[in-house]
């Protein structure tokens, strides 16, 4: 059996921890039925993603974009848990089905436990801000300790461990926080984000997603996520005011400048001070956390499921 995770070339701990996540809690399953898939950790329940006429047993996976799969195939979909009750619901399960994201299960891991605390406000945002943005930069200012979400899945999920509180735009960043009982706040940098994944996880540990907003940081950032820098609607390497472009169609980059020379530092942080003080802002709100016992009852539900893979499979 092989795990799948959405692969991209920038990397991102979410998607990266499917590698090694399985093999702790289904050992030995890369050596039972090679032909089935195992679809876990992700939102990935989209049938471009997913090949066709290849048996998939998927624990925890969520929907969130394109069109939810036509899982009516027995003999190609085996689901015996989604993320939550929404991506039950487009699937056309029942609510229970929707148990919570098994990245949870990383706080069970020995290697994660009792992890020192050495950071006290880390900000983790989502993939794209890291790509396009300068939060490093921003964060310094905001006197928060920035996480980059591309690098190793496990130096990513121990430091957030070791934080007192994560300000986090990844979903994932908010999910390990709160089973590491990290309290944390969710920020957003686009006005348009699809919150459907985070109501998602967030409707089966009992808390509420309400994202505060935070400001692009770049003009780059801007034209990718078809956003506005300082006011200014940007599309391509221009400034527009007009609406948004289709999806997909976020113009040309202007090419990449060292943000690290002392002078160009200086000039970037001045453009993002409305990012860093709104990051600033939101490390000072009120954090959430889920209510204690929710994640432990979520927890020993899944591995119930996990328990009926294993007969079932093994």
């Not at 989502?126 to 300068?134: K, L, P, Q, T, V």
């Not at 735009?169 to 348009?192: C, G, K, N, Q, Y």
């Not at 990012?275 to 709100?285: D, E």
Request: proline letters at 9%; a neutral charge.
């Amino acid at each position: 059996m092989k795990p799948y995770y959405w692969e991209s070339h920038h990397g991102n701990f979410g998607d990266d921890l499917n590698l090694w996540l399985w093999d702790y809690l289904l050992p030995g399953l890369r050596e039972v039925h090679p032909q089935t898939l195992l679809v876990g950790v992700g939102t990935v329940l989209n049938p471009v993603l997913l090949p066709k006429s290849t048996p998939k047993l998927v624990i925890g996976s969520g929907y969130g974009y394109g069109t939810p799969p036509d899982i009516s195939d027995r003999s190609e979909w085996d689901v015996r848990a989604v993320r939550g009750p929404l991506t039950a619901e487009k699937l056309g399960l029942a609510p229970e089905m929707g148990i919570v994201d098994p990245a949870v299960m990383v706080t069970e891991m020995p290697e994660f436990r009792n992890q020192p605390k050495r950071f006290k406000r880390t900000f983790v945002p989502h993939w794209e801000s890291a790509e396009f943005g300068i939060w490093e930069a921003v964060c310094e200012p905001a006197g928060l300790t920035y996480l980059d979400p591309r690098g190793e899945a496990r130096d990513v999920i121990a430091r957030i461990a070791q934080s007192e509180l994560i300000v986090a735009e990844s979903m994932h960043a908010a999910i390990l926080a709160d089973a590491f009982r990290v309290p944390w706040v969710a920020v957003s940098t686009s006005r348009a984000i699809n919150s459907f994944k985070w109501s998602d996880w967030a409707a089966t540990v009992g808390v509420t997603y309400r994202p505060r907003y935070v400001p692009v940081s770049t003009r780059a950032e801007a034209i990718h996520k078809q956003s506005r820098f300082w006011g200014v609607k940007f599309e391509g390497t221009g400034a527009s005011h007009a609406p948004p472009a289709g999806p997909g169609n976020v113009g040309t980059l202007p090419p990449r400048t060292d943000i690290h020379a002392p002078w160009r530092k200086a000039a970037k942080q001045l453009l993002a001070a409305p990012s860093a003080l709104a990051l600033w802002q939101a490390s000072r709100a009120e954090p959430q956390l889920s209510p204690e016992g929710r994640l432990e009852e979520r927890k020993d539900r899944l591995c119930a499921v996990l328990e009926g893979v294993r007969r079932d499979y093994f």
